[in-house]
């Protein structure tokens, strides 16, 4: 009876301890999201990395109602590559704030759009840019791409897009 006691507290010590070893494997941080025309800073970030990747929240005010904004990932991997990548997109309300999140794999390459790397390859090394995109007044007709894609601007034209706002995460 006491053996299987002692046997029964080491395996829930082992069962508690996995979990644990996995969340201590990964690192938060959270930075300003500043408006790139001035600096200002209009909101937060958070990024986590893990072995297998980064994920983000980022929360971020100053924005137009009723245009379509985008964030997209930069990496810049610490073999000096970069990629950029999509992240995610939405419709903004009338107050003028909103909220995204997404994260990405090491090795994905869904969403690339341009850079001399098409994947985060390093996740605790890579320096973490988040670019905050507006497309325009959301148009009905094309309002999932305008969301969805680096170019698709209203009025037609990779001109009329604007890189709003950043947040930056270097490697811990």
């Known amino acids: 009876m006491k053996r299987r006691l002692v046997v029964s507290v080491v395996l829930l ?61 930069m990496v810049a991997n610490p073999d000096g590559g970069m990629a950029v990548l999509y992240a995610a997109g939405h419709v903004i309300d009338d107050s003028g704030t909103a909220e995204f999140g997404a994260s990405l794999k090491v090795g994905e390459d869904d969403g690339w759009v341009m ?11 890579a320096t973490v840019y988040l670019v905050v995109r507006d497309h325009g007044l959301a148009d009905p007709g094309m309002v999932d791409e305008q969301i969805h894609t680096f170019g698709a601007c209203n009025p037609a034209g990779m001109e009329n897009c604007h890189d709003l706002q950043m947040s930056v995460h270097p490697p811990s």
């Open 13 to 73: 010590g082992l069962l508690a301890a996995i979990p644990l070893s996995r969340a201590g494997a990964a690192t938060q941080t959270t930075h300003d999201v500043t408006r790139i025309s001035d600096n200002a800073t209009v909101g937060t970030s958070t990024l986590t990395r893990t072995g297998g990747g980064v994920s983000f929240s980022l929360e971020t005010s100053g924005l137009e109602a009723g245009h379509a904004v985008t964030v997209w990932w």
């Open 115 to 125: 850079g001399d790397d098409r994947t985060l390859e390093d996740a605790s090394g």
